[in-house]
């Protein structure tokens, strides 16, 4: 079993649906999370940076990490077929960070 | 601010061939690690670098090497080319502090790397 776990989709949805992308860990020593967009071709982007349990909101996106059950989640609200790419998972426990696999996303006008 | 700039954005080599590839981190940033990716493994860890010392490594073998110099920018080689080297290799920069690992990873666009 992988320390994280990540659907990779293909996860596909109309333009202006809310879009629900999440991540199962197994480590509970976990204590930073992020997400990141990447573009075909192109290198992860930074999306949200979280400490913790809580929601953290940023524009269309926001981030949820619920502790207890080792489970993290990006919402976008609003989609947009410019928000098609994959989305990247990832945690932090001190000096070991775990990523994702990824999941792709879809978004059709 | 300036992002992570890395070069050649593609390679195209041989095998038994050696390359090196080049990263420019973020300014103000003094960790730069470096991560190989692949449609089949995903995102792997290679090495970390901060203020010229390497401060962790992944489980490559000893052909993946790198160094820091210190205006932090960083360079990875590839000794011995094999077919499966060929990956999408990218660098990442971080703000973080010699003892803390509490800032994200801002990454470069990669550099494409095809071994004939």
């Known amino acids: 079993q992988k320390e994280v776990e990540q659907d990779p989709g293909p996860l596909s949805v109309p333009e202006g649906a809310i879009v629900s992308l999440n991540c199962t860990y197994s480590?509970?020593?976990?204590?930073?999370f992020m997400w990141y967009r990447q573009y075909s071709r192109k290198g992860p982007e930074l999306l949200m940076y979280?400490?913790?349990?809580g929601n953290k909101e940023d524009g269309r996106f926001t981030a949820q990490v619920d502790k207890s059950s080792k489970y993290i989640s990006l919402f976008i609200r609003d989609s947009q077929p410019s928000d098609s790419a994959t989305y990247l998972c990832?945690?932090?426990?001190?000096?070991?960070?775990?990523f994702g696999g990824g999941t792709r996303l879809m978004v059709k006008p | 601010k300036a992002g992570v700039t890395q070069t050649p954005r593609y390679l195209i080599k041989t095998r038994g061939q050696q390359v090196t590839l080049s990263c420019s981190p973020i300014?103000?940033?003094?960790?730069v690690s470096w991560y190989q990716q692949t449609p089949g493994q995903g995102l792997q860890f290679l090495f970390e670098y901060f203020s010229e010392t390497q401060r962790n490594k992944g489980n490559f073998p000893g052909r993946f090497s790198g160094r820091q110099f210190s205006n932090s920018r960083s360079e990875m080689n590839v000794s011995t080319l094999e077919l499966g080297d060929s990956a999408l290799y990218l660098c990442?920069?971080?703000?973080?502090?010699?003892?803390?690992?509490?800032?994200?990873?801002?990454f470069g666009n990669g550099t494409r790397l095809t071994v004939t």
């Open positions: 979280t400490y913790s349990s």
């Open positions: 990442a920069s971080s703000g973080g502090t010699a003892s803390s690992y509490n800032s994200p990873l801002h």
């Open positions: 480590n509970s020593a976990f204590q930073y």
């Open positions: 300014s103000g940033h003094r960790s």
């Open positions: 990832a945690m932090r426990a001190g000096n070991m960070l775990t």
